[in-house]
C-alpha cells in the first residue's frame, strides 16, 4: 500500500481503504446517512480528505473518532491501514465505558430455567390480551 501525500483522495475511498468499510459503496451508504462527520459536519461522499482532519464514524454501536495521519486511495493489509489514523484517547475510553454499561445490561436479562407450563402459558396469553386493548 502506498501512501500519497500529494495526491487528493475521496472520502469514501479513504474509509475503504482504511479499513472501516469493507466496500466503497457501504462507506457511501454510511456517509450519506449521516454516519460519518469531517471537522463536525455532514461531508459529500466526495469530499477530498486532509491530513490531520477529524473524523465521527458511527459504526453500529460504536463511535470512533480518529484524526487522519496518512492518505491512501488502495487498500491494503490491516497493519498497514491502521497507519493512515489515530483514534483519540477520549474516543476509546468512551467506547470501552459504552461496552461495559451493554455488557452490564445484557447480564441483567437472563433466560427462565425452565418452560412455562400449560397454566402459565394461559397466564401470559391473558395478560397479553389485556395489554393489547
Known sequence: MSSTPASAVRLDKWLWAARFYKTRSLAKTAIEKGQV???GQRPKVS???EVGAHLVIT???DQKEVEVLGLSSQRGPASVAQQ??????ASQAKRAA???QRRLQATG???PE???DKKSRRQI???KRQDAS
Open 59 to 61: 459504526q453500529g454501536w
Open 114 to 116: 425452565q418452560r412455562p
Open 109 to 111: 436479562l437472563s433466560a
Open 47 to 49: 469530499r477530498e480528505v
Open 98 to 100: 459504552v461496552a461495559e
Open 37 to 39: 462527520l469531517y471537522q
Open 84 to 89: 493512515l489514523y489515530q483514534e483519540t484517547a
Open 125 to 127: 396469553h391473558r395478560f
